[in-house]
T-cell receptor
Framework: KQEVTQIPAALSVPEGENLVLNCSFT??????LQWFRQDPGKGLTSLLL?????REQTSGRLNASLDKSSGRSTLYIAASQPGDSATYLC??????????FGAGTRLFVKA | DGGITQSPKYLFRKEGQNVTLSCEQN?????MYWYRQDPGQGLRLIYY???????QKGDIAEGYSVSREKKESFPLTVTSAQKNPTAFYLC?????????????FGQGTRLTVV
């Protein structure tokens, strides 16, 4: 059974710091991995989608990597800003319309 | 603008009452999903639908029902059989037939039992 774990559960950093959020999954047989942002009381906004054949994706200050063999993905945020404060979730698609979500990392960037 | 619209944003249910959450999309996506989110937990799949007039149970379907009469619409009914319905409900959609496709989400409905 596929399980997705995100560590840490919460993170507080000063503005301007570079940071890494971690996501691990137990079964390497995935179709893709997606990182989402969720603001309090809101829906999920897709940040990056990495196909199983890819190693990384970049969008602006965000870079996501995927290592299927080790069951790990990281989301790197460069030069963090207070507006980056949110919960970040990763999700793996295992086919058959099954997507398994992690519980998220709650990020707080202090001005 | 293309997207997914959920309504209402907040919903209150009395004990023993059925309530229906609306989800509409104009992305021309074939597949639609309903998830439940509880504090400190990942999203859990309630139901999903790949095409009109067809839907499948997810991991926590008990106490819920859905319909898919139109491609654009996938309403979720929370029945009185759902004993702990207080949660945040999210609707999503994807293209079908393309496994590695991006998922789009609505803004959610917060349901509270009073």
């Amino acid at each position: 059974k596929q399980e997705v774990t995100q560590i840490p559960a919460a993170l507080s950093v000063p503005e301007g710091e570079n940071l890494v959020l971690n996501c691990s999954f137990t079964d390497s047989a995935i179709y893709n991995l997606q990182w989402f942002r969720q603001d309090p009381g809101k829906g999920l906004t897709s940040l990056l989608l990495i196909q199983s054949s890819q190693r990384e994706q970049t969008s602006g200050r965000l870079n996501a990597s995927l290592d299927k063999s080790s069951g790990r993905s990281t989301l790197y945020i460069a030069a963090s800003q207070p507006g980056d404060s949110a919960t970040y979730l990763c999700a793996v698609s295992t086919g058959g319309f099954k997507t398994i979500f992690g519980a998220g990392t709650r990020l707080f960037v202090k001005a | 603008d293309g997207g997914i619209t959920q309504s209402p944003k907040y919903l209150f249910r009395k004990e023993g009452q059925n309530v229906t959450l609306s989800c509409e999309q104009n992305l021309n996506h074939d597949a639609m999903y309903w998830y439940r989110q509880d504090p400190g937990q990942g999203l859990r799949l309630i139901y999903y639908s790949q095409i009109v007039n067809d839907f499948q149970k997810g991991d926590i379907a008990e106490g819920y029902s859905v319909s898919r009469e139109k491609k654009e619409s996938f309403p979720l009914t929370v029945t009185s059989a759902q004993k702990n319905p207080t949660a945040f409900y999210l609707c999503a959609s994807t293209l079908m037939g393309v496994q590695s496709t991006e998922a789009f989400f609505g803004q959610g409905t917060r349901l509270t039992v009073v």
